[in-house]
């Protein structure tokens, strides 16, 4: 069971950005002591209150530099907003530089007011992603390659270096919406998922037509699926529930409002179902929070529901969000990480 910890948000009242990145390091630093097996690093472009990773790929090189065991993953890459080629030069070179400790994590955001702000229309980012993802693993091959597509074109290009892991890092993509499931198991792509809009049992059936398109498309091995989820742990149960009241509110608002502004933008996929889990989302209570869309709990309740996650989903790999909403004291949210991994992971490796 692969046990990650996704790092994103930036803390509450913090201004100093040094500051931001040394909690970013100080949380790697103790991913690498205590166990964890993976640092997922969110990317978000034009959001100084919320995060400072914006180049998600140069934050990995940095946490990898000064840690000998962790692995460091994007969770997720935005593909259509930068070139493929350089991508591919990136990431390889992220993968030589940690000695084959990074995971690809790809996918295209919902946040379509980054596309607005780079000048790429967000109607074009399933198509350019597409095309991006088969750039940059053609390009992983070490040959010389053309390529003739829609928005990408060249004739020539032989990227240096090559990742260290070969063919090329281990490569994950997040899924949301009832036709990427099937598309990535076609793939043979790796995912991730989350609880933010669907239910267990409507990302229960999501996961299996991705599953039955794995294996229809006849890929070798076996479909894996991760989820990134809040997690908190606390040494009572009432601490479990107050603790991380204010930042789970705040990111539920935050998340719901997303999603609703995104609902009626072209690209997106299901819009009015997205419209209408939104407004789900948007309504739901504290306490239907805590049941539905988190886990948080003391170590034994924090046990109990993961696994009763993982087995209703069967997943392989659980990422935990420590602070979203970024609103949990510092002293609390690196408790919780520690009961985490010394009293949480063990029981479920």
């Known amino acids: 069971m692969h046990f990650g910890v996704f790092v994103e948000e930036k803390r509450h009242g913090t201004t100093d950005e040094a ?26 472009h034009f959001t100084p209150t919320r995060s400072v990773i914006s180049a998600s790929l140069q934050v990995a090189t940095a946490i990898a530099s000064r840690t000998k065991r962790v692995r460091v993953g994007s969770a997720v890459k935005v593909l259509p907003l930068d070139h493929p080629l350089r991508i591919a030069e990136e990431v390889a070179t992220v993968d030589q530089l940690s000695l084959g400790r990074f995971e690809f994590g790809v996918g295209r955001s919902g946040v379509a007011a980054s596309y607005d702000t780079y000048g790429v229309p967000y109607g074009e980012s399933q198509a350019r992603f597409l095309e991006a993802l088969d750039i940059i693993r053609q390009a992983w091959r070490g040959e010389p390659f053309g390529y003739e597509g829609k928005f990408y074109s060249f004739k020539r290009a032989l990227v240096a270096p090559r990742p260290y892991q070969q063919p090329y890092p281990p490569m994950r993509m997040a899924v949301t919406s009832g036709e990427t499931f099937p598309a990535a198991g076609k793939m043979g792509l790796q995912v991730f998922v989350g609880l933010r809009l669907a239910e267990v ?19 070798a091995g076996n479909p894996s699926a991760y989820i990134r989820i809040p997690v908190y742990v606390s040494t009572t149960a009432q601490g479990a529930a107050e603790e991380p009241r204010e930042s789970l509110t705040y990111f539920m608002e935050r998340q719901s409002g997303l999603a609703l502004a995104g609902a009626g933008r072209a690209g997106t996929n299901e819009p009015e179902l997205r419209r209408a889990q939104a407004q789900r989302m948007a ?46 004291p510092a002293a609390l949210e690196m408790r919780s990480f520690e009961l985490l991994c010394r009293e949480v992971m063990p029981a479920l490796k």
Not at 201 to 219: F, I, N, P, T, V
Not at 304 to 313: F, M, S
């Open 19 to 44: 500051s931001a990145f040394r909690d970013i390091f100080e949380l790697a630093d103790k991913a690498d002591a205590w166990g964890a097996d993976c640092v997922w690093l969110g990317e978000i």
């Open 283 to 328: 309504s739901l209570s504290y306490d239907e929070i805590l049941a539905k869309k988190i886990i948080a709990g003391t170590p034994d309740v924090v046990i109990q529901r993961l696994k009763e996650i993982r087995d209703a989903l069967e997943l392989d790999g659980i990422i935990a969000e420590l602070n979203p909403g970024g609103r949990i």
């Open 201 to 219: 049992s409507e990302l229960a059936a999501q996961l299996a037509s991705y599953r039955a398109a794995w294996r229809e498309a006849g890929h």
